[in-house]
């Protein structure tokens, strides 16, 4: 069993890996990151035009996917999806299911997390520019699964989709990036002074 590192937290780490080691930890870690997930999904706002509301979904899974690495993030996202498939009304307007219009961008962030994760493994939530290219190329893995899902689901056009399901959220997305930037390397600089 591991014990939490005396030296600064090294490349090749998650911060999830700063907790000591245990299948325990592992799982509470998943089943957190879908719960986060699954509340985040509920603060909602809808914006006129749009089927597609802006919430705060897309930040958790991506927090998610840098805290807890490419497994635990995949496993946490999937968790997610097959616990809304089920029927527990956890994603976006309290919808669940797998056949809703918006299912895309679940697909898209089960995706996201996992290749955000990756990336957090090498090092890329470490400093502010590396952890805002991250959050972008997580987004950008939402919207290119979700956005396509839309158009496909609903009948729409592809431009109609991405005015309908990319173009109103780049605001609210960067916003979320500029949040991550500040929160992910400081959580970093603290573990690297309590180390």
């Given at each position: 069993?591991?014990?939490?590192?005396?030296?600064?937290?090294?490349t090749?780490s998650?911060?999830?890996?700063?907790l000591?080691?245990?299948?325990?930890?592992?799982i509470?870690?998943?089943?957190?990151?879908?719960?986060?997930?699954g509340?985040?999904?509920q603060?909602a706002?809808?914006?006129?035009?749009?089927?597609?509301p802006?919430?705060g979904?897309?930040?958790?899974?991506?927090?998610?996917?840098?805290g807890?690495g490419?497994?635990?993030g995949?496993?946490?996202?999937?968790?997610?999806?097959?616990?809304?498939?089920?029927?527990?009304?956890w994603?976006?307007?309290?919808?669940?299911?797998?056949?809703?219009?918006?299912?895309?961008?679940?697909?898209?962030?089960?995706?996201a997390s996992?290749v955000?994760?990756?990336?957090?493994?090498?090092?890329?939530?470490?400093?502010v520019?590396?952890?805002?290219?991250?959050?972008?190329?997580?987004?950008?893995?939402v919207?290119?699964?979700?956005?396509?899902?839309?158009?496909?689901s609903?009948?729409?056009?592809?431009s109609?989709a991405?005015?309908?399901?990319?173009?109103?959220?780049?605001?609210?997305?960067?916003?979320?990036a500029?949040?991550a930037?500040g929160?992910?390397?400081?959580?970093w600089?603290?573990?690297?002074?309590?180390?």
């Open positions: 069993m591991s014990t939490v590192s005396a030296a600064a937290p090294r090749g998650v911060l999830a890996d700063l000591p080691a245990s299948r325990t930890k592992d509470a870690l998943v089943v957190g990151g879908a719960a986060l997930t509340i985040a999904a603060i706002v809808h914006i006129p035009g749009t089927p597609v802006v919430t979904q897309t930040f958790a899974a991506l927090l998610v996917g840098a807890l490419a497994g635990r995949f496993l946490s996202l999937a968790l997610y999806a097959l616990v809304g498939m089920a029927g527990v009304p994603f976006a307007n309290g919808d669940s299911g797998a056949g809703g219009a918006l299912f895309g961008y679940v697909l898209g962030l089960l995706l996992t955000v994760g990756a990336l957090a493994r090498r090092g890329a939530d470490r400093s520019l590396r952890t805002a290219g991250t959050m972008v190329l997580g987004s950008a893995l919207y290119a699964v979700g956005v396509p899902y839309l158009a496909a609903t009948g729409m056009s592809p109609a991405i005015a309908a399901g990319l173009t109103p959220f780049l605001l609210g997305d960067a916003l979320k500029a949040l930037m929160l992910l390397p400081a959580a600089r603290l573990a690297g002074r309590r180390g």
